[in-house]
């Protein structure tokens, strides 16, 4: 009887396993198979515009293909990232986009890379995954002359020649957005000449983001003399560790004013611990939060945060306004930064419709 | 030899000393540092302290760590699966509770069908080890990677909330109790174990197979079925965690839940003066490791050590605590106490 279970419970395992390994399998094949049957589509189009008249020649003369080499679709955010391309260089707008999904492995992105000058493209765009190992195939890429445009993460090249321009969020901006928010909303509360205590939830250490926002809050914070920042420790930007470091905040003796949370879900975690000792969130403590997912503004619309500020996935408008200036022959400036918006509790109920990531 | 000293022999030796004398020590530092570190007090109709937070928080880690040592007496290797076979149970578990306003299917069956995932996922690697004879780390290494993977096929790569309030009660309080409800499981757990264990001879199996899985076949122990049990059980354990872990935060994020918690959970087995080879094994021993490692992380919090220094310090600590319970370091001591003692006896017979 013992034996017949465990037997069973074994062949259970397997066939979850094994249907697993189906599933997953298909995963990884897809995206090979998608760039493959994406490359094939210029060709195709090739073919199509011999036999017909000259304005559909024309025509794909006048599209800028793009190759676009994708991280992955490892977050909302990376998914909103590729969707804002995608909706944004389509053949409507004058494009034709390439697009290969990296699955988080460099290797992959270079073959990419690779592919795209084979394929005699016209602008190469990469979100990078790792900032390093980019020399020699962006070489490649410059001995073709085709442009490179890099967006979100930025990359670490002896010669910046090697790619025409950057285009992703300043974090450092983010923290002093988040900053002029806060005393202008204390200024309104008449609180603004108060002496304030400033908790800081980082997150992890040496991330670009939690270097850049950490920065921009203690910059900000330096020009009024009466916030000072009192508790300071990273929460890894997970929702959990967030709880776990503001229950010890909380426990610190410190008076807590303001929770500045480097990303929305450590401030989840954050208003739970508040909550847990009966702490009112967003009027005890005032919650600044960054990132402005879809999950904070249903939290601002429950009263539980102040604001979020933006870390805006939807480069796609940018990146097809770069690639057309670039093809008209116009020098671009190399670092852009995409517009990022400060969203207060009131503006969340109207907001949210209108959030895609 | 005087009676005092035979009376401090006795207490070192006893085999929970040094893994709770570095409780201890770990706790003194506090004493210093922040008194405040032992302040219990009810806040909000629940209890609120540090200490409170450091039994609260090492909740999932005893669980996980109870199950581990049973692995590690068992079979002389360490189940790295863990952490991924919780975030894979808590996201099934998530699934099939639906992310409506209500529950897809009555709360229970979620439960059981985590822990059910959990043990299932501990055949898989029980089935690896003992029967096919892989080597632990690599049999288990399947897991670590596949579970995370799973759980984000289950997931769709998002993470999923429960909206419906009940479900936080496994990872924060039962109405009307002051006590965080992740304490009671944590207890259970231990108890119930301990019980099994005592009660019927599946801890004395256990550790005849660790020290000579040969030697105990030929007295007629089932070696593979004693190391395939102890395998299920430790992922029923990531099962019963990964529920607390999700319950927490409501939600599941499968690239976040239970991350690199197996080693915490390998260490608590290790500084609870467990030997990683396999045999004689303390479940008291494990949980008082998995204590000292959250209290450890909770008093740096409370010290106000910056992030970018936490990992020194924890390090620094971890060092001492296991160069502490070597058996070469105490052997050593025992040495120069020796020549010490012989040399003041060589000096009052000089003089």
Known sequence: MKKKLVSMLLGLTMVGTALVGCSSAPAENSTPKETETKTEAPAKEETKTETPAEEAEEKTDELITIGFSQVGAESDWRVANTESMKSTLTEENGFNLIFADAQQKQENQIKAVRDFISQEVDVIVIAPVTETGWETVLGEAKDAEIPVIIVDRMIDVSDDSLYTCWVGSDFYQEGLDAVDWLTEYMDGLGRGQDQLNVAVLQGTIGSSAEIGRTKGVRDGLQEHSNYSIVLEQTGEFTQAKGQEVMESFL????????????????????????????????????????????????SMIAGEMNVSVECNPLHGPRVAELAKAIMNGEEVEKIQYVEEGVFPADTAAEMLPTRVY | MSKTQEIVKKITGYHLFWPLFCLVIV??????????????????????????????????????????????????????????????????????????????????????????????????????????????????????????????????GNILYVKVDSFKRLGAFLPGVPIPTPIFIAVIVVIVTSLILKKTALGLYIQSVGINAKAAKLVGLNATVIQFLSYVFCGLCAGIAGLIITSRI???????????????????????????????????????????????????YAMKVTADQLPVYKAIVVIIIVALQSPELKKWMKHMRVKNSTQNVERVVEQ
């Open chain 1, 251 to 298: 426990k610190s003796g410190e008076q807590i004013d303001i929770l500045i949370a480097q990303n929305d879900n450590m401030a989840f975690g954050a208003i739970d611990a508040l909550k847990a000792v009966g702490k009112k969130p967003a009027e005890d403590v005032v919650i600044v939060s960054f990132d402005a997912v879809k999950a904070a503004f249903e």
């Open chain 2, 27 to 156: 706790l003194l530092f506090n004493l210093i540092k922040t008194p405040t570190f032992f302040d219990i007090t009810i806040q909000n109709g629940v209890l609120y302290g540090y200490l409170i937070d450091v039994l609260n928080r090492s909740s999932e880690l005893i669980i996980l760590a109870v199950g581990m040592t049973l692995v590690v007496a068992a079979s002389g290797g360490t189940d790295i699966s863990v952490g991924a076979v919780s975030a894979f149970a808590g996201a099934v578990c998530i699934f099939a509770l639906g992310t409506g306003e209500t529950y897809q299917i009555p709360y229970i069956f979620g439960v059981l069908l985590a822990v059910l995932i959990g043990a299932l996922c501990g055949a898989w690697n029980g089935f690896l080890v003992a029967k096919m004879k892989i080597q632990p780390m690599v049999a288990t290494l399947i897991l670590f990677t596949a579970g995370r993977g799973i759980a984000q096929l289950i997931t769709g």
């Open chain 2, 250 to 300: 409501y939600s599941i994020d499968a690239n976040n839940a239970g991350l690199n918690i197996e080693l915490d959970a390998i260490l608590a087995v290790a500084l609870g003066g467990n030997s990683l080879g396999g045999g004689k094994f303390s479940i008291a021993g494990s949980v008082i490791g998995a204590i000292t490692i959250q209290a450890l992380t909770t008093s740096l």
